[in-house]
Structures are given as structure tokens and as C-alpha cells.
């Protein structure tokens, strides 16, 4: 797993990666402990926590369902009797599920060479740098914020030898994601590639108990499913965002184009960072010659990372393939083919999740596998130049640094955004506050949890994005 | 081996300075409660709507009348004006609605005027927004400002 060891102890390599790491993952808990819920979103959220519990026990409620998300804020909230209290609390989960993500990947990398180590480093870079990460930082949206490090904790069980604990454990994390959000399913079809493939954590009983789980939440989800409308939310379409009454109106006798459509620029969306919520607006940008530099860094970059990973797979996949496999009992996929395998499938379970509308956030749970794959190979690819010709490591090296540095770029670029989105956080507290008022003047529930959080929402002590010349801020990107 | 271990974590190590040294930087780093500007008519006139909070947040009355002068909008006299009236006639539209957020009330007389005053701007969004989140108790009627008026802002202040 840690390609060609050295001198060098695993634990030194790692002790490194998390170093070079922890001014990002500082930095990056320290702005979203200080940022401010949003009046959007957070105070509707919270007064349908204080007045109904029927989001738990009623699937049919809404098109979605996210029972343990909405049962975490009563809890915290009745739990400790405080509002305050349970925003305090609820934060800590987002903060805790960021940087956890980030520390799990480097533990669960543990390289044990320096080119593992920098790997390792680039694959933190790619996790931050994704749009499906980065669209999940945003308060008090965290389902697919918890729902991340959790299949990254289940990947770690079935890549361990098999223990007795570990089909409960993984069941119970299933069950947690899924009940935090839809996208948890995700986790499903990479337990049994897993198992299929082989992974030694991944036992017959742990594939059966989480297709049983699976089965129920789905037949309870199909029996309750209430009477939607085609469209939820507003669908991108090649330049444009439509509204749901414009989409059904466009695809309502067919909905299955827009559907398909939705799927496949998700999966773009996760592999090319283009197009964003369904609109093809680097294109349109670079079309009308606006284009940023950062719109084109992030499509190269992702392109570039593609390539490399679809390289890295097909070379693992068949190399195992190739390999005569002395024990016929044990598996002949390795831990790369293993990975590559569930990255496709993450990819397509994250896309066919999407189908009725589209937003970065929902390729989360594939940056886990997209970093993770990132990881090897890049690894792959510099531990091939080890004793390459002078000239090959020159131009392929070159290479890998522009495709470090882009991704370092979009990093910051990740830092940046949650900066910004603390910043615009407070500036909506104070100047919609009135407007709140009046429009919800008779919601009396509302009224409370929003007279109750504006202190939080006008705190001075929130991060605002950098100060930077044009030229930097169009690299790295700005809102 | 190391060399291209260092080509590759390079990037990762300067990411990691970069992102250190914008996150202690100077004290802009944090939206501060300290007003920047000398006074808070500065601050609506001149910058964000944040700059003008500082003042509200610290303690300035938003409704308590301020002295103000300017060279385009009162034609350098020295005026006696609301906030809020100050905030429409920069139309600054985050700024009018922070004060009616923050204790601005349409019905005191230093701030009735305000729809007026927006309509003979020309902003008549902000007007539209100010009857809507203001909520005037009563109509006013509007002054009719002389046609001699050096600055409009002149027919709606003392």
C-alpha cells in the first residue's frame, strides 16, 4: 500500500504529512467554528425543529428525508435546553466531521516513503480543493459533511483484517449517513464491490446485513413517497438555471432526459469541476471571453487528475488481472484495484443520486474515493520516474508540479470560499433582519429562534476573505 | 527518490505558508467591531455597510440626527440629517435596510421623508423596499422642492 519503502518509518512520514497539513486544517476549523449560521436556511430549519416532530416519523413530508439530522438538533437543543447551546454543539459536529475527514485520510494513507508522503499531500489538496467538499462546508447544510469521514471510517474497516465488531460497526455507520442524508446510500455499493473484490473486512454477513438495511429504508422511502413534483429545485440546463415550473414544463412528459442529463453532469461535475449545478458556465465564460483563471485551472486540473487516476486504474486492474494468483482461495484484486473500483462506483452512485437536480455538494461522498485515488495515483506516477531517463523526470516532473501547485491553488481557493461565505453569513444578519421580521411576522416561532441568533449572526469576530491583488484573487477564485 | 518527492510536495508546503500567513495577518482578518471611519455620517456615505453597523452596534443611535455636508448631495452646506436619510441619499440599500433592522423608525419626522426622498432620486427600489420592510405607520405627503434647489437633498433636511 506504501509503495517502495526506505529507511524512513512510516510514522516519521506521516508525523510529516500531518505537519505540512495542519496550517490547512487549523486554518480551515478556525474559520467555520467563527462563522455565523445564516438567517437562510438555519431559522426556518430551527423552527421546524421546535414546532413539529414529523420529520421523523413522516417520510412522505418532504422529497427528502434526513431523520438523524433533524434528530441531532432536537437533541441538542432539548438536551441542553439552550439554543445557543445546541448551535455551539451543532458547529463542533461540522468542524469535528472537516477536520476528521482530512486526519482520517492522512492516518489511513500513512505513507512510508517521501514520494507517499507528498502524494499523501497532494491527495489532502485534491479532498480540499474538489468542489463536492467545498460545497459542503456551508452551515447548517452538514449532512454530507458528516456523511464523508463516515464512509471513509467504513472503507478503513473493509480494507482491516475481518473482525467480529466490524459488521455492526459498518452497519451502524451506513445506517448514520443515510439517516443524515440520501447521499449515505453511496456507501452500499462500495461495501459490496469491496467484499466482491475481496477486501478482508468486508465478510458475506456484512454485505447481507447492509443490503437487508438497505432494502428497509428503501421500501419505507417507496411506501411513503407523497405525491412531488417532477422538479424540487431549480435544474441547470447547458447555459441556464430553470426554475421547477420552467423544467416541467420543458421535460414534464419526459422527465427522464432531464433526469439522465442531471446524472451525467454530476458525474461531470466530479471529474472535470465543469459543469457547476447543472450549468455549463466556464464554457459560457470562456465563450464570451470572461473566463477566470481559476474556472480554467479548475477544469484543467481536474481533467489533468482524471486522466492520470483512468491511467493508474487501467494499469492496476490489469496487472492484477495478468497476475497468476497462486491461492485460489484468496483474492487476486489488490488494494489499488480495490480503490479504483469503488472510486467509479462512488462516482456513478453519487451522479444516479443526483438525478432530480444537481449541486456540487452531492459529489462529497466521491472526493473521499477521488482523493483517495488521487493519492495512488500520483504516487504511481512519480515512483515511475525513480528510475526513469534524466529527460523523462525533467518533463514529467514539470508536470507533476503544475499539477500540485493547481491543486494547492484550488486549496486556498476552499479557504477562501468558507472565508467569504462567514463573511456574507453576518452581512445577511444585518441588513435582512427587518426584512425577516416583517415577511414572517406571523410565525411567531420564527420570530423567537431569530431574535434568539442574532447575536451569533452580528458577532464581530467573523474571518472576511483576504485582502489580494486582482490578479491573485482571479487565480485563486472568488465568489 | 527525494528530489521528486520535494517536486512534488513543494506546492503542499507553500499552500501551507500561504494559508498560515493570511490567517494571522494583520487584525482586517476578523470584521472588527472598531469603527474605521471618523464618524458614522463617513462611514454610511463612504463605506460598506459593515463600516456603518460599527457605529450602531457601538452605541450610536440610528434615529439621532447627524451634521453632514457634502459637496454634491447639499452642495457643501452643513446639514442636520438622519442616518437613514443619509443612507438613501447614497442609495445604499444595505445600509437602509441594517438601520431599519437596528431601531431606524419611519415614523420619527427625521425619517419620514425617506420614501420621498428616494422617489426624487430616482431609487425607486429603495423607495419600494423602505415602504415594504419600514412599515410607516401613515402617508406623508412629500415636500415639492423649490426649482432653485442647488442639491435635492436640500428640500428634505433642516
Not at chain 1, 505540512?20 to 445564516?38: C, F, G, I, Q
Not at chain 1, 474497516?157 to 449517513?177: F, G, Q
Not at chain 1, 486540473?301 to 485460489?328: C, E, F, K
Request: include cysteine; charged fraction near 15%.
Amino acid at each position: 500500500m506504501n509503495g517502495r519503502g526506505n529507511t524512513h518509518s512510516r510514522t516519521w512520514w506521516t508525523a510529516a504529512v500531518f505537519a505540512v497539513s495542519a496550517p490547512l486544517v487549523v486554518t480551515l476549523m478556525r474559520v467555520l467554528w467563527r462563522t455565523p449560521y445564516p438567517i437562510s436556511e438555519t431559522v426556518a430549519l430551527l423552527e421546524d425543529v421546535d414546532t413539529s416532530a414529523s420529520f421523523l416519523v413522516d417520510p412522505a413530508r418532504r422529497t427528502y428525508y434526513r431523520p438523524l439530522y433533524h434528530l441531532t438538533w432536537m437533541a441538542l437543543w432539548r438536551g441542553t435546553g439552550s439554543l445557543d447551546s445546541a448551535l455551539v454543539l451543532f458547529k463542533a459536529i461540522e468542524v469535528a466531521a472537516v477536520g476528521g475527514l482530512i486526519a482520517l485520510l492522512i492516518w489511513h494513507l500513512r505513507p512510508r516513503t517521501p514520494i507517499a508522503a507528498a502524494a499523501a499531500t497532494f491527495a489532502v489538496a485534491v479532498l480540499v480543493g474538489t468542489p463536492g467538499f467545498r460545497d459542503n462546508l456551508e452551515l447548517p447544510l452538514i449532512y454530507t459533511t458528516v456523511g464523508m469521514p463516515l464512509l471513509l471510517i467504513v472503507w478503513i474497516l473493509v480494507e482491516r483484517e475481518h473482525r467480529w465488531w466490524h459488521t455492526p460497526a459498518i452497519l451502524t455507520l451506513t445506517i448514520l449517513a443515510i439517516g443524515y442524508k440520501e447521499q449515505g446510500l453511496v456507501i452500499v455499493p462500495v461495501v459490496l464491490a469491496a467484499w466482491w473484490m475481496g477486501a478482508p473486512g468486508a465478510s458475506r454477513t456484512t454485505s447481507a446485513a447492509i443490503v437487508v438495511a438497505t432494502a428497509v429504508y428503501l421500501a419505507i422511502r417507496f411506501s411513503t413517497s407523497g405525491a412531488w413534483p417532477g422538479f424540487a429545485q431549480d435544474v441547470g440546463y447547458g447555459f441556464t438555471l430553470l426554475s421547477p415550473d420552467q423544467a416541467t414544463t420543458r421535460f414534464g412528459p419526459f422527465p427522464v432526459a432531464m433526469y439522465a442529463y442531471n446524472v451525467v453532469v454530476t458525474m461531470a461535475n466530479i471529474l472535470f469541476s465543469e459543469p457547476t449545478s447543472g450549468v455549463f458556465s466556464i464554457v459560457r465564460d470562456l465563450r464570451s471571453g470572461e473566463v477566470a483563471a481559476w474556472e480554467i485551472n479548475h477544469v484543467i486540473s481536474s481533467a489533468v487528475l482524471t486522466a492520470l487516476i483512468v491511467w493508474w486504474g487501467v494499469r492496476v486492474l490489469r496487472a492484477d488481472l495478468n497476475t497468476q494468483n497462486p491461492n485460489p482461495k484468496s483474492t487476486p484484486w489488490s488494494v489499488e484495484s480495490r480503490v479504483f473500483v469503488a472510486t467509479v462506483i462512488a462516482v456513478a452512485a453519487s451522479a444516479a443520486l443526483g438525478f432530480n437536480y444537481t449541486r456540487d455538494r452531492l459529489g462529497g461522498m466521491a472526493a473521499v474515493f477521488y482523493a483517495l485515488a488521487a493519492y495512488y495515483a500520483v504516487r504511481a506516477a512519480a515512483e515511475r520516474l525513480v528510475d526513469a531517463p534524466r529527460r523523462l523526470v525533467i518533463s514529467m516532473g514539470v508536470v507533476l508540479v503544475l499539477l500540485a501547485s493547481a491543486w494547492q491553488l484550488r486549496t486556498i481557493g476552499t479557504v477562501e470560499h468558507a472565508r467569504l461565505t462567514a463573511f456574507k453569513d453576518r452581512r445577511e444578519w444585518i441588513t435582512n433582519l427587518q426584512r425577516r421580521r416583517v415577511e414572517f411576522a406571523k410565525r411567531a416561532p420564527y420570530l423567537r429562534v431569530l431574535n434568539a441568533m442574532i447575536d451569533q449572526g452580528t458577532t464581530p469576530s467573523v474571518p472576511r476573505p483576504t485582502a489580494m491583488p486582482e490578479w491573485a484573487r482571479s487565480v485563486i477564485g472568488s465568489d | 527518490m527525494e528530489r521528486i518527492a520535494w517536486m512534488l510536495g513543494a506546492p503542499a508546503i507553500i499552500g501551507a505558508l500561504w494559508i498560515a500567513a493570511t490567517e494571522v495577518r494583520d487584525p482586517t482578518a476578523t470584521s472588527s467591531s472598531l469603527p474605521a471611519f471618523e464618524s458614522i455620517a463617513d462611514a454610511i456615505r463612504h463605506g460598506e455597510v459593515e463600516d456603518a453597523y460599527a457605529f450602531v452596534s457601538t452605541g450610536a443611535d440610528p434615529n439621532a440626527p447627524i451634521p453632514f455636508s457634502d459637496a454634491e448631495l447639499t452642495s457643501g452646506r452643513q446639514v442636520t440629517i438622519s442616518p437613514l436619510m443619509l443612507a438613501v441619499s447614497s442609495n445604499k440599500e444595505n445600509t437602509v435596510m441594517m438601520l431599519l433592522s437596528f431601531g431606524a423608525q419611519m415614523d420619527l419626522p427625521q425619517n419620514e421623508l425617506a420614501v420621498c426622498l428616494a422617489r426624487r432620486l430616482g431609487y425607486d427600489d429603495l423607495a419600494v423596499m423602505i415602504v415594504r420592510d419600514g412599515k410607516p405607520a401613515r402617508e406623508v405627503t412629500c415636500p415639492e422642492p423649490p426649482p432653485d434647489a442647488p442639491a435635492p437633498l436640500l428640500a428634505f433636511v433642516k
